[in-house]
């Protein structure tokens, strides 16, 4: 039996850790593994793509990134816009199944997020012998407990604060880490709290940025002279909206800039000189931790265990320290956002971090 796996959407840590466990897993139940390059565009005739073998897959667990390549962008990009979905067209299914045909694939195991496995769904309708493994290091996924990257990229925010943490107390400052996060504030609050900020701002919690400053002057007249503030991508200005540097990127409006904004307005509020950070593009690069190297692996061997079960249109899921699957129509299009009121928001407040509400 022949199966294919592709990557599509953003990369992030722990995509080759799901490679590996795919390879692995194939090989000791005698299949062979098709790795097609650049996502669905690897699908397209003649094709893009390179037989697996274990030994391609050596050392790959520490590498950041996908040893296959991966793109939001081509004739694949189903997701238009929050809310809005567009179906592949007809044609462009109709070649990338002829290359299926032509190379006997049995399984496409399909590693991405919300869009991508929108795809995912649309392929399954029609036919194909569809399997999913959830990436988003956003966590946002309502049908899974956790992806792998979320971990690493959290790191990688207590790394940057940890780092803050001096220079802001050597020019008694205020610093402004922006993070990533369109829709859910999931890594600014672990990373926030894992790294001791001292103000969180969360797209699901709406903010006033007088009274951060208000928090940020009680801290001054107690003696903490600089203050750590991380501000996911997605929370809302103010006036309700969002910052932008490109209306529309890949399908996606392109967020960032609210680090500077929310900077300026501090720093006129405060008085305090104030200087902002964003961490970009280094949360989705380098080494994934080992948390993220064992999620990739369980759910790179879980998808070949729905293969060899024939259990298609179903998506990996991790719930409750176990990996099993859902149905992909389950999991697309269904958010998991930070409950304004939920436990680890009150851990937050309990310890004195302050949410801007």
Sequence with gaps: ?????????????????????VVGAATQLGWEVIGFKDGFEGLLPPGDYKVL???????ILKLGGTIL????????????????????????????????DLLEIRALVIVGG????????????????????????DNDLRATAMTFGFDSAVSTVVDGLDR??????????IMVLEVMGRHAGWIALWGGIAGGADVILLPEIPFNTEKVAEFI????????????????????????DLATVAENAGGEVRLGGIGDIIARRLESLTGKETRSCTLGHLQRGGAPTALDRI?????????????????????????????????IEEAVNQLRLVEPDGEMVKAAKAVGICLGD
């Design 53 to 59: 073998k274990p030994q391609d897959t050596q050392g």
């Design 164 to 173: 803050l943490h001096t220079t802001a107390e050597s020019h008694k400052r």
């Design 1 to 21: 039996m022949r199966i294919g796996i592709l990557n599509s959407g953003g990369d992030c840590p722990g995509l080759n850790a799901v490679i590996h466990g």
């Design 217 to 240: 002057k009680a801290r001054d007249s107690q003696g903490h002279h600089s203050t750590l503030v991380v501000v996911a991508e997605g929370a809302h200005l103010p006036d309700g």
């Design 295 to 327: 999620l990739g692996t369980r759910f790179g061997v879980m998808a070949v265990k729905l293969a060899e079960e024939g259990r298609f249109g179903r998506m990996v899921s991790y719930q409750a320290y176990h990996v099993d699957s859902v149905p």
């Design 114 to 137: 919300d869009g991508s496995l929108t795809t995912g769904l649309q392929l399954f309708r029609e036919g194909w012998p569809v399997i999913g493994v959830p990436k988003t290091i």
């Design 69 to 100: 390549g991966t793109t939001n962008k081509g004739h694949f990009a189903a997701k238009v816009g929050k809310g809005d979905i567009a179906e592949v067209p007809a044609d462009i299914v109709a070649k990338a199944k002829r290359t299926m």
